[in-house]
């Protein structure tokens, strides 16, 4: 089983960056690919970006293409999200999810998930 934690959020002003980090524990996740969701007031969560351990792959949310870059660390079982040029809108629960292998959009698909951590960005 794999526990995540995330940290790093917090108040931000637009136009500002944030890093948040995900720590994995319980099993190494040098095989899963890590993605990033989040949840908005109001509003369903959706996918942000992942990561896939297979060549690195990456993908993202057109709304988010170009601001934000996912990475990891297997070597200390760590996901990052790096969230530059932050927008209101960007306003959310950020959480981090962990799949065996594959990569997808679709959080039905993940089987991991951390409790979730604020952020903030006022205008």
């Known amino acids: 089983q794999v526990q995540l934690v995330e940290s790093g959020g917090g108040l931000v002003q637009a136009g500002g960056s944030l890093r948040l980090s995900c720590a994995a524990s319980?099993?190494?996740?040098?095989?899963?690919?890590v993605a990033w969701f989040r949840q908005a007031p109001g509003k369903e969560r959706e996918f942000v970006g992942s990561?896939?351990?297979?060549?690195?792959?990456?993908y993202y949310a057109d709304s988010v293409k170009g601001r934000f870059t996912i990475s990891r660390d297997n070597a200390k079982n760590m996901g990052y999200l790096q969230m530059s040029s932050l927008k209101p809108e960007d306003t959310a629960v950020y959480y981090c999810?962990?799949?065996?292998?594959?990569?997808?959009?679709?959080?039905?698909?993940?089987?991991?998930w951390g409790q979730g951590t604020q952020v903030t960005v006022s205008s």
């Open positions: 319980g099993r190494a996740i040098t095989t899963y690919t």
């Open positions: 999810a962990a799949r065996f292998v594959l990569c997808s959009r679709e959080q039905n698909d993940y089987e991991h």
């Open positions: 990561l896939s351990w297979v060549g690195g792959s990456t």
